[in-house]
Nanobody
């Protein structure tokens, strides 16, 4: 089974940018949908963005629309999340995940990375 490894998290100030990467241990099949979720302390894991591997079609949560961009590099088996104009409320652990169909629900994603911490200070 493919394994996912996130990287790129860190501590930044409000208004800064970060780019997260999620690399798969093996080929990501065209049927996969790759998603980014986040979980703030004491809160549920919530959907951030997704991309269909075959078509590159993307979708965003309203809270990040216009600030975050999801993209993929098929040759590197990697999905990215470019995060601009970061806000303190973006502070969370960010997880990469893979699903076999289009979904914004965490329970539909069957493969998960270990997460990477993003902290945005005032």
């Amino acid at each position: 089974q493919v394994q996912l490894v996130e990287s790129g998290g860190g501590l930044v100030q409000a208004g800064d940018s970060l780019r997260l990467a999620c690399t798969a241990s093996s080929r990501i099949y065209s049927s996969y949908v790759m998603g980014w979720f986040r979980q703030a302390p004491g809160k549920e894991r919530t959907f951030v963005s997704r991309i269909r591997w075959s078509t590159g079609a993307t979708y965003y949560a309203d809270s990040v629309k216009g600030r975050f961009t999801i993209s993929k590099d098929s040759g590197r088996n990697t999905v990215y999340l470019q995060m601009n104009s970061l806000k303190p409320e973006d502070t969370a652990i960010y997880y990469c995940a893979a699903a076999f169909g289009t979904s914004n629900f965490a329970e539909d994603y069957k493969i998960w990375g270990q997460g990477t911490q993003v902290t945005v200070s005032e």
